[in-house]
Protein backbone atom coordinates (compact mmCIF):
# COMPACT_ATOMS: atom_id res chain seq x y z
CA UNK A 1 0.00 0.00 0.00
CA UNK A 2 2.60 2.36 0.85
CA UNK A 3 4.43 1.42 -2.64
CA UNK A 4 1.06 2.45 -4.51
CA UNK A 5 1.11 6.06 -2.56
CA UNK A 6 4.74 6.01 -2.85
CA UNK A 7 3.96 7.52 -6.84
CA UNK A 8 3.09 10.99 -7.35
CA UNK A 9 0.88 10.47 -10.08
CA UNK A 10 -1.18 7.72 -7.89
CA UNK A 11 -1.43 10.58 -5.28
CA UNK A 12 -2.65 13.19 -8.03
CA UNK A 13 -5.29 10.30 -9.17
CA UNK A 14 -6.56 10.01 -5.73
CA UNK A 15 -6.58 13.45 -4.96
CA UNK A 16 -8.46 13.98 -7.82
CA UNK A 17 -10.97 11.23 -7.06
CA UNK A 18 -11.90 12.87 -3.76
CA UNK A 19 -13.75 15.16 -5.51
CA UNK A 20 -16.01 11.94 -6.65
CA UNK A 21 -16.09 8.89 -8.87
CA UNK A 22 -14.16 9.55 -12.36
CA UNK A 23 -14.11 7.71 -15.86
CA UNK A 24 -10.40 6.28 -16.53
CA UNK A 25 -10.47 8.32 -19.82
CA UNK A 26 -11.75 11.41 -17.71
CA UNK A 27 -8.74 10.70 -15.93
CA UNK A 28 -6.26 9.95 -19.13
CA UNK A 29 -7.10 13.58 -19.87
CA UNK A 30 -6.24 15.03 -17.27
CA UNK A 31 -3.07 14.40 -16.16
CA UNK A 32 -1.87 14.43 -19.68
CA UNK A 33 -0.70 10.57 -19.41
CA UNK A 34 -2.02 7.87 -22.06
CA UNK A 35 -5.40 5.76 -21.19
CA UNK A 36 -2.96 2.34 -20.79
CA UNK A 37 -0.62 4.29 -18.61
CA UNK A 38 -3.51 5.47 -16.17
CA UNK A 39 -5.05 2.01 -16.41
CA UNK A 40 -2.06 0.71 -14.92
CA UNK A 41 -2.08 3.20 -12.13
CA UNK A 42 -5.84 2.66 -11.35
CA UNK A 43 -4.95 -1.15 -10.97
CA UNK A 44 -2.01 -0.36 -8.56
CA UNK A 45 -4.17 1.92 -6.73
CA UNK A 46 -7.50 -1.16 -6.85
CA UNK A 47 -4.98 -3.79 -6.00
CA UNK A 48 -3.98 -1.66 -2.61
CA UNK A 49 -7.54 -1.09 -2.02
CA UNK A 50 -7.33 2.36 -1.93
CA UNK A 51 -9.84 2.47 -5.20
CA UNK A 52 -12.52 1.01 -6.48
CA UNK A 53 -14.39 0.40 -9.60
CA UNK A 54 -17.65 0.73 -10.53
CA UNK A 55 -18.59 -0.12 -13.91
CA UNK A 56 -21.73 1.59 -15.39
CA UNK A 57 -23.16 0.73 -18.64
CA UNK A 58 -20.32 0.81 -21.02
CA UNK A 59 -18.06 2.96 -18.98
CA UNK A 60 -15.97 2.23 -15.79
CA UNK A 61 -15.62 4.55 -12.79
CA UNK A 62 -12.91 5.19 -10.51
CA UNK A 63 -13.99 6.03 -6.80
CA UNK A 64 -11.89 6.60 -4.14
CA UNK A 65 -12.12 4.40 -1.10
CA UNK A 66 -10.80 6.63 2.04
CA UNK A 67 -11.04 3.53 4.79
CA UNK A 68 -7.37 1.89 4.61
CA UNK A 69 -5.65 5.13 4.76
CA UNK A 70 -7.71 5.43 8.11
CA UNK A 71 -6.75 1.88 9.13
CA UNK A 72 -2.99 2.90 8.21
CA UNK A 73 -3.05 6.04 10.03
CA UNK A 74 -4.51 3.97 13.37
CA UNK A 75 -1.55 1.93 12.94
CA UNK A 76 0.55 4.27 12.64
CA UNK A 77 0.03 6.31 15.35
CA UNK A 78 -0.13 3.44 17.83
CA UNK A 79 3.35 3.10 17.13
CA UNK A 80 3.89 7.16 17.35
CA UNK A 81 2.45 6.59 20.73
CA UNK A 82 3.88 3.45 21.89
CA UNK A 83 7.88 5.78 20.82
CA UNK A 84 6.34 8.61 22.85
CA UNK A 85 6.14 6.23 26.13
CA UNK A 86 9.46 4.53 25.70
CA UNK A 87 11.16 8.02 25.34
CA UNK A 88 9.89 9.00 28.02
CA UNK A 89 10.66 6.16 30.32
CA UNK A 90 14.31 6.83 29.01
CA UNK A 91 14.21 10.34 30.60
CA UNK A 92 12.90 8.34 33.58
CA UNK A 93 15.97 6.22 33.65
CA UNK A 94 18.09 8.77 33.00
CA UNK A 95 17.15 10.50 36.16
CA UNK A 96 17.36 7.42 38.38
CA UNK A 97 21.06 7.28 37.00
CA UNK A 98 21.84 10.26 37.70
CA UNK A 99 20.33 10.37 41.42
CA UNK A 100 22.60 7.10 42.32
CA UNK B 1 2.53 12.48 2.11
CA UNK B 2 6.12 12.20 1.40
CA UNK B 3 6.98 10.45 4.70
CA UNK B 4 4.82 7.43 4.52
CA UNK B 5 5.15 4.60 6.64
CA UNK B 6 7.29 6.81 9.06
CA UNK B 7 7.16 7.55 12.51
CA UNK B 8 9.44 10.17 13.37
CA UNK B 9 9.91 11.18 17.36
CA UNK B 10 12.07 13.90 19.20
CA UNK B 11 12.76 14.47 23.19
CA UNK B 12 15.35 16.46 24.60
CA UNK B 13 17.04 14.93 27.75
CA UNK B 14 19.68 16.69 30.02
CA UNK B 15 21.91 14.14 29.84
CA UNK B 16 24.72 14.30 27.57
CA UNK B 17 25.13 12.29 24.57
CA UNK B 18 27.07 10.21 25.79
CA UNK B 19 25.06 8.82 29.00
CA UNK B 20 22.02 8.76 25.96
CA UNK B 21 24.30 6.54 23.82
CA UNK B 22 24.99 3.86 26.93
CA UNK B 23 21.13 4.06 27.60
CA UNK B 24 20.36 3.06 23.84
CA UNK B 25 22.96 0.41 23.63
CA UNK B 26 23.76 -1.42 26.99
CA UNK B 27 21.82 -4.44 27.34
CA UNK B 28 20.98 -3.81 31.08
CA UNK B 29 20.08 -0.24 30.27
CA UNK B 30 17.97 -0.84 27.49
CA UNK B 31 15.68 -3.10 29.21
CA UNK B 32 14.73 -0.63 32.21
CA UNK B 33 13.19 1.77 29.63
CA UNK B 34 12.28 -0.23 26.17
CA UNK B 35 12.82 -4.40 26.62
CA UNK B 36 15.64 -6.89 27.40
CA UNK B 37 17.66 -8.44 24.61
CA UNK B 38 21.22 -8.97 23.40
CA UNK B 39 21.57 -5.67 21.57
CA UNK B 40 25.29 -4.49 20.83
CA UNK B 41 26.80 -0.99 18.96
CA UNK B 42 28.43 -3.24 16.42
CA UNK B 43 27.74 -3.20 12.84
CA UNK B 44 26.74 -7.03 11.68
CA UNK B 45 25.65 -7.55 15.30
CA UNK B 46 22.40 -9.72 14.95
CA UNK B 47 20.20 -9.58 18.24
CA UNK B 48 16.54 -10.37 19.65
CA UNK B 49 14.51 -7.81 21.56
CA UNK B 50 11.89 -9.33 23.65
CA UNK B 51 8.66 -8.08 23.15
CA UNK B 52 7.03 -9.86 25.74
CA UNK B 53 3.59 -11.15 24.45
CA UNK B 54 4.48 -10.13 20.91
CA UNK B 55 7.65 -12.10 21.09
CA UNK B 56 11.30 -12.45 20.63
CA UNK B 57 11.87 -9.78 17.82
CA UNK B 58 15.46 -10.45 15.64
CA UNK B 59 17.35 -7.39 14.92
CA UNK B 60 20.53 -6.64 12.95
CA UNK B 61 22.50 -3.48 13.89
CA UNK B 62 23.33 -1.28 10.55
CA UNK B 63 25.33 1.48 10.96
CA UNK B 64 26.97 2.57 14.54
CA UNK B 65 28.43 6.55 14.83
CA UNK B 66 29.25 6.25 18.82
CA UNK B 67 26.90 9.04 20.70
CA UNK B 68 25.33 9.88 16.92
CA UNK B 69 23.67 7.36 15.63
CA UNK B 70 22.87 4.08 15.75
CA UNK B 71 20.50 2.31 13.34
CA UNK B 72 18.93 -1.61 12.88
CA UNK B 73 17.10 -3.46 11.39
CA UNK B 74 13.70 -3.93 13.53
CA UNK B 75 12.01 -7.05 13.28
CA UNK B 76 12.45 -8.30 9.83
CA UNK B 77 9.85 -11.36 10.06
CA UNK B 78 7.08 -9.77 11.35
CA UNK B 79 7.58 -6.22 10.84
CA UNK B 80 10.60 -5.69 8.86
CA UNK B 81 10.98 -2.12 9.51
CA UNK B 82 14.10 -0.14 10.40
CA UNK B 83 14.96 2.31 14.10
CA UNK B 84 17.71 5.02 13.91
CA UNK B 85 18.52 6.80 16.71
CA UNK B 86 19.81 9.95 16.08
CA UNK B 87 21.73 12.05 18.66
CA UNK B 88 23.10 15.48 18.78
CA UNK B 89 24.36 18.33 21.31
CA UNK B 90 21.35 20.45 22.46
CA UNK B 91 22.81 22.79 24.81
CA UNK B 92 24.34 21.17 27.70
CA UNK B 93 22.12 17.89 26.63
CA UNK B 94 21.31 15.86 24.10
CA UNK B 95 18.33 16.14 21.40
CA UNK B 96 17.48 12.33 20.44
CA UNK B 97 15.46 12.07 17.81
CA UNK B 98 13.65 8.60 16.81
CA UNK B 99 12.80 7.54 13.01
CA UNK B 100 10.93 4.05 12.88
CA UNK B 101 10.80 3.84 9.11
CA UNK B 102 9.76 0.84 7.14
CA UNK B 103 5.73 0.28 7.93
CA UNK B 104 3.98 -1.73 5.28
CA UNK B 105 0.91 -3.28 5.49
CA UNK B 106 1.49 -6.09 3.19
CA UNK B 107 3.79 -7.21 6.59
CA UNK B 108 2.19 -10.44 8.54
CA UNK B 109 1.81 -7.42 11.37
CA UNK B 110 0.86 -4.61 8.47
CA UNK B 111 -2.26 -7.68 7.36
CA UNK B 112 -3.42 -7.77 10.56
CA UNK B 113 -3.55 -3.77 11.53
CA UNK B 114 -5.13 -3.38 7.97
CA UNK B 115 -7.90 -6.78 8.20
CA UNK B 116 -8.34 -5.63 11.77
CA UNK B 117 -8.01 -9.66 13.07
CA UNK B 118 -7.48 -9.99 16.70
CA UNK B 119 -5.09 -8.90 18.13
CA UNK B 120 -4.40 -5.98 16.34
CA UNK B 121 -1.56 -3.27 16.87
CA UNK B 122 -2.93 -1.30 19.78
CA UNK B 123 -3.79 -3.67 22.18
CA UNK B 124 -0.36 -5.29 21.57
CA UNK B 125 1.02 -2.30 22.82
CA UNK B 126 -1.18 -1.90 25.30
CA UNK B 127 0.27 -5.07 26.89
CA UNK B 128 3.79 -4.40 26.43
CA UNK B 129 3.65 -1.38 28.18
CA UNK B 130 1.57 -3.02 30.49
CA UNK B 131 4.45 -5.35 31.03
CA UNK B 132 7.07 -2.64 30.49
CA UNK B 133 5.41 -0.80 33.85
CA UNK B 134 5.55 -3.90 36.06
Request: proline share 7%.
Amino acid sequence: MFAALANPIRREILTHLRRGPRKAGDLAGRFDLGRPAVSEHLQVLRKARLVREEPRGRERYYHLDPRPLAQVEKWLAAFARYWQERLGDLQQLLDEEDSK
Amino acid sequence: MKDLGTIRVEHHYSQSPARVWRALTEPSLVARWWAPGDIRAEVGHRFEMDMGPWGKQPCEVLTVEPERLFRYRFAEPTLNTIITWELALEGTGTRLILTHEGFDLDSPLGQRAFTGMKPGWPGILAKIATVLDE
